[in-house]
């Protein structure tokens, strides 16, 4: 599928992984819409590639709707939807201070995997209503991003972990629900990447941490995370799955 000239929808568009996607949607020539939570760096990055940027928290339904509605206006059915919007707090399930909040949870529930369906489903019904593309009749792909910590979760990530392998597994049955519709589903499962979460860390944090990388030693880029989003977009039979962006990094 030639992104060029369709409408795509990036969700944590303002930062990290999905900005670098937006960027490299719009240089290959979609339109997109920038959602964030954070309105200025959505509007930011959207200024940079002459796309629309809103604020969304996109867990609300409400918000996701009146978003994706604005997006529709502004340039057509949504044809590409990529899911990066995320948090990742660490905590034990009991720590010092005793059982982990309920509240912690559910809020990383609530962000990673609510958010990620949320706007699955809405991407999921512009793009069934939409005439075919090309001669595969493929009308749209969705792509969210998982983690390897979804299989290989370590301690303190247990709600990291838990959305993570729920985006994983909402994939198949969307994939399959919307095959017939010429509509692919995928997730991104990535390792270690460069975003600021990392780059942050003092310098011997991030020489361990990519010393664990088999090949390349170093952190992934969020370029080549765009990369394999506009691969998978161009390539019609990647479908129903998940690729593991790791350099063949296992969690221990």
Do not use: W
């Amino acid at each position: 599928m030639n992104v060029k000239g369709l409408a795509a929808i990036v969700t944590g568009g303002g930062s990290g992984l999905g900005a670098e996607t937006a960027r490299q949607l719009a240089a290959a020539g979609a339109k997109v819409t920038v959602l964030d939570v954070n309105a200025e760096a959505a509007q930011a990055v959207a200024q940079e590639i002459g796309g629309l940027g809103l604020a969304c928290d996109v867990a609300s339904a409400e918000a996701a709707e009146a978003a994706v509605a604005e997006a529709r206006a502004a340039h057509g059915p949504c044809r590409v939807l990529v899911n990066c919007a995320g948090i990742a707090p660490a905590k034990r399930i009991v720590g010092r201070d005793g059982p982990m909040p309920l509240a912690a949870f559910e809020q990383v529930i609530r962000v990673n995997l609510l958010g990620s369906f949320n706007l699955l489903r809405l991407g999921a019904a512009e793009m069934l209503g939409a005439e075919p593309l090309n001669d595969d009749g493929e009308r749209g792909v969705i792509i969210s991003t998982a983690s390897i910590a979804a299989v290989e979760g370590q301690l303190g990530q247990v709600a990291y972990a838990a959305s993570k392998a729920g985006i994983m597994g909402m994939m198949l049955p969307a994939a399959r629900e919307f095959a017939k519709s010429g509509v692919r589903v995928l997730t991104i499962a990535p390792g270690l990447i460069g975003t600021p979460l990392l780059l942050n860390m003092p310098q011997e944090v991030q020489d361990n941490l990519a010393g664990q990388v088999p090949f390349p030693r170093r952190f992934g880029t969020p370029a080549e995370y765009a990369k394999l989003v506009l691969h998978i977009c161009d390539n019609a039979m990647l479908n129903a799955d998940t690729i593991r962006l790791d350099g063949a990094m296992r969690m221990q």
